[in-house]
């Protein structure tokens, strides 16, 4: 696995000669005489009518040492699921240790000063319940999720207590670990779409922490025992943490519950970071990253997005919808559904207290990677250029508003939605605003959206592939990065 | 609705422990449905779910990769897409555009089994989904761009799933190992050459033969009110004629003696995988049961059998899962082990068969039944959360088992296996002459797919 660097030069001009290349060095498949052709007949019945719906408050209550604790009640079935957010994950990873908060997460169910590894286990699996510990790379949060029978509610806290106040990190569970995730990365490493996402996340976010996407072998191999109690000690407090519960339960029994596990969580508050600072943009450029024998070229291309706080996140989101997110969505109708060059063409919208990327992705053959990159960028080029019209558009804002109603279906959806307004400490108007304001996205927002965020004077292109593959933007000189 | 864990508790034994765990352990809530058959031979199922303002809506068709013929393998899958392709009065590609801009969700999918097609939409487009259904079960509207073009997707969605993933080649060339009969020996996805070869009378032909009312099964489940949507599924899909039967699928899997072997040299796997297939019953019947609570202990949570003999104490696998399937036909138990790299495959193939070998020996716990049936009942419980989900599963009762209750009682029927049967069940089916087993060998890059190694005995 390599990924060739050049120098670069700028991205429209490496562009416009990969494309220009008459002969290219392996034939391109042509295009198809007769294009498949997306058709609107609007005979379907349609409500017009939009659902309003209102999503159901949680209980917020802060304990004394600090621990935010949501409660929201769902009564439907006799189950429930907790999931306590610790405010620091692998953003804070130190620089010579890119996995830390991984790694600690991951230790937190080998041992305890109450249970072993295998008791932990026992202990979890007799009662039919869920519990996962973890961190990921580009997460500024570590979390811990549980689910289980509703009756079982006070076992599952204990155990979650456990794990969250009292691990151990006993050396041998550690060796026994180490070897897992040794292995678990090279597992990885086969994947083309965590190739892609290393190589593009490297280009994008440069020296930031966010570049970061896998551990390195000399990071799990150098951790100890006490660099996990470090970092356990300083950020699992209780004034770093937010604890939601969703299900069938009653807020003062389970409020009994949780002071029992939780009240005697102790220690400092930890330090919050200030994520606002992001190295400049890089020029655009375009990644290669060897993979021998793929059948498929695993594109990415992006930018910095917004911030869930910044001003016009919402009209980010409304026009990744209208690009790509969904198969309604430009990208997925046109190199899917028009051209036929992928299974799938989506773009997403990230969101952390950082600029999570704004990024779209395809898997495509090798034969038609040109043809795709050329789509992509026609696509991108569109949505800034011209304003999406009207009726595009008012679909597009209907699709969000109008999806509220499944969101009420999914009680940990709902959760994290109300976990997200504590952590980034947003009014709790906040969901009832939000589809006010998706409604009253303009035309003109859209396309500034666009223009600020498909930003193609930085967009970061990866395409990881096999090295051999018939593709004009190989043999191109002017192939940067 | 019986419960057996009480008849479990006379048998003696480590009653206490037992009781505990399970005395206060709430009940499968049950989902009361109507079950009505249209004049054309359409079953519908409604349920009423009020807990949120949506519902879903699944239409299950009797037809999978098992009734495709040689030659045109992956044609099933390939016409699920066609589906979406435009049919008299939906353009191509509008159904996603008429459910995703209401709120809604969609999919369809394919197995060697049933084909489903199903949406959650906001309670107030229950006609929009009445509409799409039936429109492209009355009348599929079919021209060659559209089947090249999803051809293309198609191929695509194998080579993102099988060709250009590592253990892609293995996970499929384990069932043609197993399997005999052309039904389940083929994979779903289907070979680039026959994906190929389907024509736009193919797809015509498949959709007369296949996609009748009287071949399907229509579930709702959401806030609805029973009687008029019963009224809207007769206004949609009552006109729409019924066709003879389809021709039935010869399943009988002939007599396996001896084991089979094949090894994959892998240039995409950079550790080795084992997967190793047993011949079960078909689901739905107590040796099947009793096998997929086996699966449990052998690999459902930390404290299962294979995690703590391969994972923890061998430490010869990264992750190991034990998997009892549930189908219309002869079915299969598999286990598969993502292993360290130098670790040697057979002596994590043996310590595989050694903990089976335990099983058929010595039996399971009393515990191990208990903690079997309680991860059971959460996971049954939380599937439930989903009205669309629980549409899918009545439809797939219906289609695979005659029994749409089975959403009920599947429940009861875990319950209701016994240590002692799980100990037979394994002596029975878990032995060399039903066994086959393939092993993925990262290998040098080659510039050609994995190839393979067969070894019969």
Same mark, same amino acid.
């Given at each position: 696995?390599?990924?060739? =660097?050049?120098?670069?030069?700028?991205?429209?001009?490496?562009?416009?000669?990969?494309?220009?290349?008459?002969?290219?060095?392996?034939?391109?498949?042509?295009?198809?005489?007769?294009?498949?052709?997306?058709?609107?007949?609007?005979?379907?019945?349609?409500?017009?009518?939009?659902?309003?719906?209102?999503?159901?408050?949680?209980?917020?209550?802060?304990?004394?040492?600090?621990?935010?604790?949501?409660?929201?009640?769902?009564?439907?079935?006799?189950?429930?699921?907790?999931?306590?957010?610790?405010?620091?994950?692998?953003?804070?990873?130190?620089?010579?240790?890119?996995?830390?908060?991984?790694?600690?997460?991951?230790?937190?169910?080998?041992?305890?000063?109450?249970?072993?590894?295998?008791?932990?286990?026992?202990?979890?699996?007799?009662?039919?319940?869920?519990?996962?510990?973890?961190?990921?790379?580009?997460?500024t949060n570590s979390a811990v999720m549980a689910s289980g029978l509703a009756p079982s509610a006070g076992q599952i806290l204990d155990l979650i207590g456990d794990?969250?106040?009292?691990?151990?990190?006993?050396?041998?569970?550690?060796?026994?670990?180490?070897?897992?995730?040794?292995?678990?990365?090279?597992? *990885?490493?086969?994947?083309?779409?965590?190739?892609?996402?290393?190589?593009?996340?490297?280009?994008?976010?440069?020296?930031?922490?966010?570049?970061?996407?896998?551990?390195?072998?000399?990071?799990?191999?150098?951790?100890?025992?006490?660099?996990?109690?470090?970092?356990?000690?300083?950020?699992?407090?209780?004034?770093?943490?937010?604890?939601?519960?969703?299900?069938?339960?009653?807020?003062?029994?389970?409020?009994?519950?949780?002071?029992?596990?939780?009240?005697?969580?102790?220690?400092?508050?930890?330090?919050?970071?200030?994520?606002?600072?992001?190295?400049?943009?890089?020029?655009?450029?375009? =990644?290669?990253?060897?993979?021998?024998?793929?059948?498929?070229?695993?594109?990415?291309?992006?930018?910095?997005?917004?911030?869930?706080?910044?001003?016009?996140?919402?009209?980010?989101?409304?026009?990744?919808?209208?690009?790509?997110?969904?198969?309604?969505?430009?990208?997925?109708?046109?190199?899917?559904?028009?051209?036929?060059?992928?299974?799938?063409?989506?773009?997403?919208?990230?969101?952390?207290?950082?600029?999570?990327?704004?990024?779209?992705?395809?898997?495509?053959?090798?034969?038609?990677?040109?043809?795709?990159?050329?789509?992509?960028?026609?696509?991108?080029?569109r949505i800034r250029n011209e304003k999406v019209p009207e009726t595009e558009l008012n679909e597009a804002r209907h699709s969000i508003v109008a999806n509220f109603?499944?969101?009420?279906?999914?009680?940990?959806?709902?959760?994290?939605?109300?976990?997200?307004?504590?952590?980034?400490?947003?009014?709790?108007?906040?969901? *009832?605003?939000?589809?006010?304001?998706?409604?009253?996205?303009?035309?003109?927002?859209?396309?500034?959206?666009?223009?600020?965020?498909?930003?193609?004077?930085?967009?970061?292109?990866?395409?990881?592939?096999?090295?051999?593959?018939?593709?004009?933007?190989?043999?191109?000189?002017?192939?940067?990065? | 609705?019986?419960?057996?864990?009480?008849?479990?508790?006379?048998?003696?034994?480590?009653?206490?422990?037992?009781?505990?765990?399970?005395?206060?352990?709430?009940?499968?809530?049950?989902?009361?449905?109507?079950?009505?058959?249209?004049?054309?031979?359409?079953?519908?199922?409604?349920?009423?779910?009020?807990?949120?303002?949506?519902?879903?809506?699944?239409?299950?068709?009797?037809?999978?990769?098992?009734?495709?013929?040689?030659?045109?393998?992956?044609?099933?899958?390939?016409?699920?897409?066609?589906?979406?392709?435009?049919?008299?009065?939906?353009?191509?590609?509008?159904?996603?555009?008429?459910?995703?801009?209401?709120?809604?969700?969609?999919?369809?999918?394919?197995?060697?089994?049933?084909?489903?097609?199903?949406?959650?939409?906001?309670?107030?487009?229950?006609?929009?989904?009445?509409?799409?259904?039936?429109?492209?079960?009355?009348?599929?509207?079919?021209?060659?761009?559209?089947?090249?073009?999803?051809?293309n997707a198609v191929q695509e969605e194998r080579r993102l799933g099988v060709d250009n993933q590592p253990y892609g080649k293995a996970f499929l060339d384990i069932?043609?190992?197993?399997?005999?009969?052309?039904?389940?020996?083929?994979?779903?996805?289907?070979?680039?050459?026959?994906?190929?070869?389907?024509?736009?009378?193919?797809?015509?032909?498949?959709?007369?033969?296949?996609?009748?009312?009287?071949?399907?099964?229509? #579930?709702?489940?959401?806030?609805?009110?029973?009687?008029?949507?019963?009224?809207?599924?007769?206004?949609?899909?009552?006109?729409?004629?019924?066709?003879?039967?389809?021709?039935?699928?010869?399943?009988?899997?002939?007599?396996?003696?001896?084991?089979?072997?094949?090894?994959?040299?892998?240039?995409?796997?950079?550790?080795?995988?084992?997967?190793?297939?047993?011949?079960?019953?078909?689901?739905?019947?107590?040796?099947?049961?009793?096998?997929?609570?086996?699966?449990?202990?052998?690999?459902?949570?930390?404290?299962?059998?294979?995690?703590?003999?391969?994972?923890?104490?061998?430490?010869?696998?990264?992750?190991?899962?034990?998997?009892?399937?549930?189908?219309?036909?002869?079915?299969?138990?598999?286990?598969?082990?993502?292993?360290?790299?130098?670790?040697?495959?057979?002596?994590?193939?043996?310590?595989?068969?050694?903990?089976?070998?335990?099983?058929?020996?010595?039996?399971?716990?009393?515990?191990?039944?208990?903690?079997?049936?309680?991860?059971?009942?959460?996971?049954?419980?939380?599937?439930?959360?989903?009205?669309?989900?629980?549409?899918?599963?009545?439809?797939?009762?219906?289609?695979?088992?005659?029994?749409?209750?089975?959403?009920?009682?599947?429940?009861?029927?875990?319950?209701?296996? #016994?240590?002692?049967?799980?100990?037979?069940?394994?002596?029975?089916?878990?032995?060399?002459?039903?066994?086959?087993?393939? #092993?993925?060998?990262?290998?040098?890059?080659?510039?050609?797919?994995?190839?393979?190694?067969?070894?019969?005995?």
């Amino acid at each position: 696995m390599t990924a060739k =660097c050049r120098s670069s030069i700028s991205f429209l001009a490496a562009l416009a000669a990969a494309m220009a290349v008459a002969m290219p060095a392996f034939p391109q498949e042509q295009h198809a005489a007769e294009l498949s052709k997306v058709v609107r007949l609007n005979r379907a019945p349609v409500s017009n009518e939009t659902l309003q719906v209102t999503l159901p408050r949680p209980v917020v209550t802060k304990l004394p040492n600090g621990l935010s604790v949501l409660v929201l009640e769902r009564h439907k079935l006799p189950t429930v699921d907790f999931v306590l957010w610790i405010g620091t994950g692998d953003m804070s990873d130190p620089k010579d240790m890119p996995g830390l908060a991984s790694f600690t997460a991951g230790m937190l169910r080998e041992g305890t000063t109450h249970r072993t590894s295998a008791q932990l286990a026992a202990d979890v699996d007799k009662i039919g319940a869920t519990l996962n510990a973890s961190s990921d790379f580009g997460s500024t949060n570590s979390a811990v999720m549980a689910s289980g029978l509703a009756p079982s509610a006070g076992q599952i806290l204990d155990l979650i207590g456990d794990v969250v106040l009292n691990p151990t990190f006993p050396s041998d569970e550690l060796e026994k670990y180490k070897r897992r995730q040794l292995s678990q990365l090279e597992q *990885d490493r086969s994947q083309p779409y965590v190739l892609a996402q290393e190589r593009f996340r490297q280009a994008l976010y440069q020296d930031f922490p966010a570049a970061v996407t896998l551990p390195t072998p000399e990071s799990i191999k150098a951790t100890t025992p006490e660099r996990l109690k470090e970092f356990h000690h300083h950020y699992y407090v209780p004034g770093n943490a937010i604890l939601g519960v969703v299900g069938d339960v009653k807020p003062d029994e389970i409020m009994g519950l949780i002071r029992k596990s939780f009240a005697d969580w102790k220690g400092q508050p930890a330090p919050k970071p200030d994520w606002s600072h992001l190295p400049p943009a890089a020029p655009a450029k375009i =990644c290669l990253v060897d993979r021998p024998d793929s059948v498929q070229t695993n594109i990415v291309a992006g930018d910095y997005g917004a911030r869930r706080t910044d001003p016009d996140y919402i009209a980010l989101y409304v026009m990744n919808r209208v690009l790509g997110g969904g198969p309604q969505a430009r990208l997925f109708l046109n190199l899917r559904e028009v051209h036929g060059y992928t299974y799938g063409a989506y773009s997403r919208v990230g969101d952390d207290k950082y600029r999570e990327a704004w990024a779209a992705n395809t898997e495509v053959r090798n034969a038609v990677t040109d043809g795709s990159m050329e789509q992509l960028m026609a696509e991108f080029k569109r949505i800034r250029n011209e304003k999406v019209p009207e009726t595009e558009l008012n679909e597009a804002r209907h699709s969000i508003v109008a999806n509220f109603a499944l969101s009420l279906e999914q009680p940990q959806g709902l959760l994290f939605r109300w976990m997200l307004v504590q952590d980034y400490g947003l009014p709790m108007d906040y969901w *009832d605003r939000y589809p006010v304001e998706v409604a009253h996205t303009t035309p003109d927002a859209v396309q500034a959206a666009a223009r600020k965020y498909v930003d193609l004077d930085h967009l970061q292109i990866v395409c990881v592939g096999d090295p051999k593959q018939p593709a004009t933007i190989r043999s191109s000189p002017s192939v940067t990065c | 609705m019986t419960s057996y864990r009480w008849c479990g508790l006379l048998l003696g034994g480590l009653l206490m422990a037992a009781q505990l765990v399970g005395a206060d352990q709430p009940k499968l809530p049950r989902v009361e449905f109507t079950d009505q058959k249209l004049e054309n031979g359409l079953r519908v199922f409604i349920a009423v779910d009020r807990t949120a303002p949506l519902f879903g809506i699944s239409v299950t068709y009797n037809v999978g990769s098992r009734n495709e013929r040689p030659g045109r393998t992956g044609f099933a899958h390939l016409f699920e897409h066609m589906m979406f392709e435009g049919s008299e009065n939906v353009g191509k590609g509008e159904h996603f555009i008429l459910i995703f801009n209401n709120g809604g969700n969609m999919n369809g999918t394919t197995n060697e089994d049933r084909t489903n097609y199903f949406e959650a939409l906001p309670k107030n487009q229950l006609d929009l989904g009445l509409f799409l259904e039936s429109d492209r079960m009355r009348a599929l509207a079919v021209n060659q761009s559209n089947l090249d073009n999803q051809r293309n997707a198609v191929q695509e969605e194998r080579r993102l799933g099988v060709d250009n993933q590592p253990y892609g080649k293995a996970f499929l060339d384990i069932d043609n190992l197993a399997y005999d009969n052309f039904a389940y020996k083929h994979s779903t996805i289907g070979e680039m050459a026959d994906l190929n070869a389907a024509s736009v009378d193919d797809v015509k032909e498949f959709f007369r033969i296949y996609y009748a009312p009287n071949n399907a099964v229509l #579930t709702l489940v959401g806030d609805l009110d029973p009687a008029q949507t019963l009224e809207k599924v007769k206004k949609y899909f009552g006109s729409i004629p019924s066709q003879p039967a389809p021709p039935p699928v010869n399943m009988t899997e002939p007599s396996h003696y001896g084991e089979r072997r094949e090894i994959i040299y892998d240039p995409l796997a950079r550790t080795p995988l084992v997967i190793m297939a047993y011949h079960i019953p078909p689901g739905n019947t107590p040796d099947n049961e009793a096998l997929h609570v086996l699966a449990s202990v052998l690999s459902q949570g930390e404290s299962s059998r294979l995690y703590l003999r391969l994972v923890k104490e061998k430490q010869f696998a990264t992750q190991v899962f034990a998997q009892a399937d549930e189908r219309r036909g002869p079915s299969i138990l598999y286990v598969y082990a993502f292993l360290r790299p130098g670790v040697k495959p057979e002596d994590c193939e043996k310590a595989i068969r050694d903990e089976i070998a335990a099983v058929q020996k010595d039996g399971i716990t009393t515990e191990e039944v208990e903690k079997a049936r309680v991860q059971f009942l959460r996971e049954q419980i939380q599937t439930r959360q989903s009205d669309l989900y629980t549409a899918m599963r009545i439809g797939q009762y219906a289609v695979y088992f005659g029994d749409p209750d089975l959403i009920n009682t599947v429940v009861d029927k875990f319950n209701a296996v #016994t240590a002692d049967q799980v100990k037979e069940a394994a002596q029975k089916y878990l032995v060399r002459e039903q066994l086959s087993l393939v #092993t993925d060998l990262p290998a040098a890059p080659q510039g050609k797919a994995a190839t393979a190694q067969k070894e019969g005995k």
